[in-house]
C-alpha cells in the first residue's frame, strides 16, 4: 500500500524556523510530482508549494515564496519542507501529497502539525 507519513512538525516561536518530511513508501517515488498543502484552523486547505519529479521545478505559493524551500531526495523516497522566518498565521496542519499527472492518482499523507506561537 502507498503511504506518505509526514514528520518535523511541533511548536516554535514567531520568526523561527522548521524543516518537515514526508517519506513515501509503496510507490515508484521518482513517477510522481510532489506537493504540500496546509490547512489552518477555520479555512480551507491551500497549496503551499510543489516539486516535479526530478526537482528541477518548483512553483510557491505567494504567502511563503522567499520564506520556504520545498525540495527532494528521489534516492530516499522523500520530500521535504523547510520553513523560516515563521509567523503564527503559519499555523496549520502540512500535508504531504503525490500524484501523476494523466492518470488519476493522488495520495495523501494524514498531516503534521506546525505551530507558531510565542
Known amino acids: 500500500q502507498v503511504q506518505l507519513l509526514e514528520s518535523g512538525g511541533g511548536l516554535v516561536q514567531p520568526g523561527g524556523s522548521l524543516r518537515l518530511s514526508c517519506a513515501a513508501s509503496?510507490?515508484?517515488?521518482?513517477?510522481?510530482?510532489m506537493a504540500w498543502y496546509r490547512q489552518a484552523p477555520g479555512k480551507e486547505r491551500e497549496l503551499v508549494a510543489t516539486?516535479?519529479?526530478?526537482?528541477?521545478?518548483?512553483n510557491y505559493a505567494g504567502f511563503v515564496k522567499g520564506r520556504f524551500t520545498i525540495s527532494r531526495d528521489n534516492a530516499k523516497n522523500t520530500q521535504y519542507l523547510r520553513m523560516r522566518s515563521l509567523k503564527p498565521e503559519d499555523t496549520a496542519i502540512y500535508y504531504c501529497?503525490?500524484?501523476?499527472?494523466?492518470?488519476?492518482?493522488?495520495?495523501w499523507g494524514k498531516g503534521t502539525l506546525v505551530t507558531v506561537s510565542g
Open positions: 501529497n503525490a500524484y501523476r499527472e494523466y492518470k488519476d492518482i493522488n495520495y
Open positions: 509503496g510507490l515508484i517515488f521518482s513517477l510522481y510530482d
Open positions: 516539486i516535479s519529479t526530478g526537482g528541477s521545478i518548483t
